[in-house]
């Protein structure tokens, strides 16, 4: 079964970094787009980042400037780097990698707390 199993969650203080792993166990070099979600607590699943058929990342405004995302397609892995963290970019953080309109895979998330 092909997973996606996401790392590298944790506190941090305001002003603060972590670096988000996602490993697959599938290939991404073929896959059409890769993401990072997150939801915080009473809100809906947002889009942070995203890479779209190989190209340069995408970035909400709100983490514009401070996250960059990175693939490595010989380790099928996707990080997410996250500096300068506030208080609310706390939630769960979840990987996502998309090869089709009905194949698309969803990690279990970890969660990121920023908080003093």
């Known amino acids: 079964q092909v997973q996606l199993v996401e790392s590298g969650g944790g506190l941090v203080q305001p002003g603060g970094s972590l670096r988000l792993s996602c490993a697959s166990t599938r290939s991404i070099f073929s896959a059409y787009a890769l993401a990072w979600y997150r939801q915080a607590p009473g809100k809906p699943r947002e889009l942070v980042a995203s890479i779209i058929s190989g190209g340069s990342p995408n970035y909400d405004d709100s983490v514009k400037g401070r996250f960059t995302m990175s693939r490595d397609n010989s380790k099928n892995a996707v990080y997410l780097q996250m500096n300068s963290l506030k208080p609310e970019d706390t939630a769960v953080y979840y990987c996502?990698?998309?090869?089709?309109?009905?194949?698309?895979?969803w990690g279990q998330g970890t969660l990121v707390t920023v908080s003093s």
């Open positions: 996502n990698v998309v090869y089709g309109s009905t194949d698309v895979l």
